[in-house]
């Protein structure tokens, strides 16, 4: 596994009990303060109220309604308290499943990237190497004179190739421990050189290895039918004589194992009369560094790439060939959407509220299938489509979000409260148009509420919100 494959830094996971014990002891903290100033404000609404029980109306008024709203906020602070006790443990568990599908991003993209990696198999161009004596002058000094002396001196210089005619066969296999593709390269290649010098007639045929490989066998380099042989062990300059205006063929043959890539380079050389024929016997390949054949044939899993320039061509890209991977797309998407959840579960129950009357009951359960449809959206997304996958939960939260109401009047209500707070903004999160699919959740919430509450063209009959409250009474 790679070491890479990491999940997101700093944030909070069930499987960290270190962090958990952090995080519970800051949250006790806080919890234990809170009491603190509830019971402290109770206090003191006793003590005026004792104080004061002797004082006139006025004052039996104020304290009374200072103990209404003392009474309506602690019913408040429960609902409150129930919402946070949801909240936090829907928030570590989002956390915890937004670690866990990073991690599982991340090692699928380890995985491609190995399957792929490795170093590239490169064929340089042979070179055919002369040497001339060329003269040259330098100053030194002579009993205490200036002297000027002339020299010659050898220096190499370069044949230009009359002729490339290539052809490379590639195969591709899995090296089993690293799971890693491998080449198994049948190189084919025939060099036209062509003597247009006057007056020299000894040359090296220079055609190294190529580089990268991890085993090379059969290799062979042939004049005019005839093998050459080695002078010394690594040296792959093989001497000959050409006379002026006279031509010879060099044919050169090996066969190689490497890595999941292989490119010919011209070292910078004029090539003339170039043809590169390379058959892919694998699928899905394509051709490396841009440099694009002029001819790609496909029968069935085998590919055939042909460059062919029958002048001259100078490239600064390597030809080549290379294992096409299928590109992992939208990634980072699932953790993003786990991430905000906690915000998107807020703004759903604000908005069940504010349609229809909950108890207690009710908001555990939503709270508990919400987050459950986000587990299965997190684990359904590895096998199909995520948007087609929250398409189906959907519906079925839907389905089940019906029940939150005891009439047909507040189902329809929680319905549209779900698809406002909960449907539309976590499909908006898993398309590219999150923005647009966001702004038109909020509408479609802001317009809700204000026909519910301010213009009444949707509200609860008597009758509904009293089978609304004996059905909370109920639960």
């Known amino acids: 596994m790679s070491s890479s494959a990491q999940g997101i830094p700093g944030l909070p996971d069930l499987t960290h009990p270190v ?50 709203r003392y009474s309506q906020l602690l019913r408040g602070l429960q609902h409150l ?46 070179q055919v190497r002369y040497s001339i004596q060329e003269p040259y002058s330098y100053n030194t000094q002579v009993n205490g004179k200036i002297v000027k002396v002339n020299e010659t001196r050898q220096i190499n210089r370069f044949l230009t190739l009359a002729g490339s005619q290539i052809q490379v066969k590639l195969d591709q296999s899995v090296d089993v421990p690293g799971r890693s593709s491998i080449y198994q390269v049948n190189y084919t290649a025939d060099y036209k050189v ?25 290799y062979k380099v042939e004049r005019d039918g ?66 694009v054949p002029n001819e790609i044939k496909v029968n069935g899993r085998s590919t055939q790439f042909t460059w062919i320039f029958d002048d001259n061509v100078s490239v600064k890209n390597p030809f080549g060939v290379f294992t096409n991977t299928e590109p992992i797309r939208h990634t980072g998407i699932i953790p993003r959407l786990l991430l905000l959840a906690p915000a998107i579960f807020l703004w759903w129950i604000l908005l069940l509220y504010l349609s229809l009357p909950m108890s207690f009951r009710n908001i555990a359960i939503a709270a508990s299938i919400f987050f459950a449809c986000l587990l299965t959206l997190t ?48 499909f ?13 959740a909020g509408l479609l919430s802001a317009i809700w509420l204000a026909v519910r509450h301010w213009y009444g063209w949707y509200s609860l009959h008597p009758e509904d919100q009293r089978l609304q409250t004996q059905k909370n009474a109920k639960d």
């Open 19 to 68: 962090e958990l014990v952090q995080f519970g002891t800051q949250a006790l903290k806080a919890s234990l303060l809170l009491v603190f100033l509830i019971v402290a404000l109770g206090v003191a609404i006793a003590l005026i109220s004792f104080s004061l029980r002797r004082s006139q109306p006025e004052q039996f008024i104020f304290i009374g309604e200072w103990a209404v």
């Open 81 to 126: 308290t129930l919402v946070l006790v949801l909240l936090v443990p829907g928030f570590f568990l989002c956390s915890t499943l937004s670690n866990r599908y990073h991690y599982w991003e991340q090692t699928k993209v380890a995985q491609v990237a190995q399957s792929v990696a490795g170093e590239k198999l490169e064929q340089f161009a042979p």
């Open 194 to 218: 062509v003597n247009q010098l006057k007056d020299i007639n000894n040359f090296f045929f220079e055609t190294p290895p190529p580089n990268g490989y991890t085993l090379l066998a059969s």
């Open 226 to 291: 005839t093998r050459l042989q080695q002078t010394n062990p690594g040296d792959y300059g093989f001497p000959f004589q050409l006379q002026p205006e006279e031509e010879t063929t060099f044919r050169v043959t090996y066969q190689a194992q490497g890595g999941p890539r292989w490119v010919y380079s011209a070292t910078g050389q004029l090539l003339s009369n170039f043809r590169l024929t390379a058959i892919a016997n694998f699928a899905p390949a394509d051709f490396a560094s841009g440099v």
């Open 379 to 426: 684990y359904l997304a590895r096998i199909i489509n995520a948007q087609l996958a929250w398409t189906l939960i959907s519906i079925i939260l839907l389905i089940l979000t019906w029940g939150l109401g005891a009439s047909r009047s507040a189902s329809l209500a929680a319905i549209v409260a779900t698809i406002a707070g909960a449907v539309l903004p976590i």
């Open 428 to 440: 908006g999160l898993l398309i590219p148009f999150s923005g647009l699919t966001l702004s038109l």
